[in-house]
């Protein structure tokens, strides 16, 4: 066993050492001029989606969640692989226009919008997808001021969740869209005030590896826009069908059937009611797409006993990678996959514990780890690193700053 947890089949080693993209980490490291540094990999995505395109069903459009990364270089990469963009701020809507994506592909989710992100949006000609009957009011208004029928879907607050989802996000209060029960009436008043009606966004959990999980919610959500369009009176143009596509983080973590998701939906859509005949439909991705072609390199500064246990510390943590140390909405907190990068194809010689360099417990990369030999100077890896490090972990917290990115 040459490190720990489900490394991404991809990653071979090259001259002892773990290689990305034909180079090895201590090429990149030095290419880039410092570590910690997050290494993503085109090869890796472009294939990810490849084989994606070819589970699903033609029909199926697939967007992009840029909160999983909103890294400048792999945004512009992936304007040319995916149908759509899911942002979430009017900050990522800058970040989005500048990587090159079309206002009409962009389609904007998120409690809580400013009237200005409304504006920006607006203004832009994104598509919003309300989450409130308050939201909906501001937005025809501010549609009026400036002049433009605002592109309005509604994110419907679903009555089920998505099983087994390590995040869910339906069945029961949320913050997050309109309840079911409410959208009807909230639909027909955005068609009847002139709006350009673009249908429903159904949102109802991440982080799903069970497929059989994932064809039961997707049969609820195509039921669900049926019955809500039916009752209102209103056509569906577009429905977001959610996403919630896992990876494998985790010892015993087995990776998501997609075929049988796409044969599944293909049947459905062979057989659809009246309503969503013409419908256009989408599944936005975040963690599914990049999240394994990701991977954190961080440099061992000390090696250390305490008590018998060996501490390998590094010069990076939860700073850059708050998931991976089990602060970001984790219970129980596991290993991400780890492996000592310079060492890679060497056989796992002791335990250690992997932490970062700040000067809290919680600062931990990996328990009781079962590693080559590492010494200070070695390279440490943090594998499935492409979503929610970089940009959803607290890179200024005891003055440390932002990690290196590069894409390969
Ligand atoms: C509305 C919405 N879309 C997409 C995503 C992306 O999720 P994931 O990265 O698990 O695919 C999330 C995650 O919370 C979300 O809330």
């Known amino acids: 066993m040459k490190a720990l947890g489900p490394i991404p089949p991809e990653f071979t080693a090259k001259e002892g050492e773990l290689a990305i993209g034909g180079r090895t980490a201590s090429e990149l490291v030095k290419e880039a001029g410092d570590t910690p540094l997050f290494v993503y990999s085109r090869a890796i995505i472009e294939q990810r989606i490849g084989d994606l395109r070819k589970a699903m069903p033609e029909r199926l459009k697939i967007h992009f969640a840029m909160k999983a990364n909103p890294y400048g270089l792999l945004l512009e990469f992936m304007a040319d692989l995916v149908d759509g963009l899911d942002i979430a701020s009017a900050g990522e809507l800058e970040q989005a226009r500048e990587a090159g994506y079309l206002p009409r592909e962009i389609s904007f989710a998120g409690p809580g919008k ?129 996403g919630g596509f896992g990876i494998p983080y985790f010892d015993k973590d087995t990776p998501l059937d997609v075929a049988a998701i796409g044969v599944a939906l293909e049947k459905r859509f062979a057989d659809l009611p009246g309503v969503l005949k013409d419908t256009q439909f989408a599944i936005e991705l975040g963690r599914y797409l990049v999240g394994e072609a990701g991977v954190y390199l961080t440099r061992i500064v000390d090696r250390k006993v ?103």
């Open 114 to 242: 400013r009237d200005r992100e409304l504006f920006a949006a607006i203004r832009a000609g994104v598509t919003l997808n309300l989450e409130s009957a308050n939201e909906a009011e501001r937005a025809l208004q501010i549609g009026k001021q400036l002049g433009i029928a605002p592109r309005l879907a509604i994110r419907v607050n679903p009555p089920f969740e998505l099983r087994g989802s390590g995040m869910k996000m339906g069945g029961g209060a949320k913050p997050f869209g309109v309840d079911a029960d409410r959208v009807p009436t909230l639909a027909r008043t955005i068609v009847d005030a002139g709006a350009n009606w673009r249908g429903f966004h159904i949102y109802s959990g991440s982080q799903a590896l069970d497929a059989e999980a994932l064809i039961e919610a997707q049969g609820h959500v195509l039921d669900l826009a049926a019955q809500l369009a039916g009752e209102a009176g209103v056509e569906v143009p577009h429905l977001n069908m959610g």
């Open 306 to 408: 305490s008590h018998d246990t060996t501490y390998l510390v590094t010069d990076g943590g939860l700073h850059h990678q708050l998931a991976a140390s089990g602060n970001f909405g984790t219970v129980v907190r596991r290993n991400y996959p780890v492996a000592i990068a310079t060492r890679f194809d060497a056989e796992p010689e002791e335990e250690v514990n992997v932490v970062g360099c700040l000067c809290t417990p919680l600062d931990r990369l990996a328990d009781a780890a079962h590693l080559p030999r590492a010494e200070v100077g070695d390279l440490v890896a943090v594998f499935c690193a492409g979503a929610y490090g970089a940009s959803a972990s607290p890179a200024t917290f005891l003055g440390q700053g932002p990690a290196l990115e590069m894409l390969v």
